[in-house]
């Protein structure tokens, strides 16, 4: 089992910027595929962005492409998500997700752990 704990968020201005850090437990990190998601408030959560085992491959939701950039790296058991130009409709608990599998990354209940959330609150 995978335990992801995140780091960062907060409250920034329109325009800003925020780095998201999701750390996972144990030795196994990089057999999974690392997914970002958020929920604003009356909506369901949804996909932001993805990144593959190796890191060589990734994917973004419409609303994140051009702005956001997720990474990992392996020897530490770390992905981020770093988001510029931030928006107000950004505004959300923001998780990290970790799936077994990786042939459909864009799904949410294609990942097996989450993490506990994180509030990203962007103000005009």
């Known amino acids: 089992q995978v335990h992801l704990v995140q780091s960062g968020g907060g409250l920034v201005q329109a325009g800003g910027s925020l780095r998201l850090s999701c750390a996972a437990s144990?030795?196994?990190?990089?057999?999974?595929?690392m997914g970002w998601f958020r929920q604003a408030p009356g909506k369901e959560r949804e996909f932001v962005a993805a990144?593959?085992?190796?890191?060589?491959?990734?994917f973004y939701a419409d609303a994140a492409k051009g702005r956001f950039t997720i990474s990992r790296d392996n020897a530490k058991n770390t992905v981020d998500l770093q988001m510029n130009s931030l928006k107000p409709e950004d505004t959300a608990v923001y998780y990290c997700a970790a799936a077994r599998n990786q042939n459909g990354l864009l799904i949410i209940k294609e990942y097996d752990y989450w993490g506990q959330g994180t509030q990203v609150t962007v103000s005009s």
């Open positions: 990144i593959s085992r190796s890191g060589l491959s990734t």
């Open positions: 144990g030795r196994t990190f990089s057999t999974y595929a």
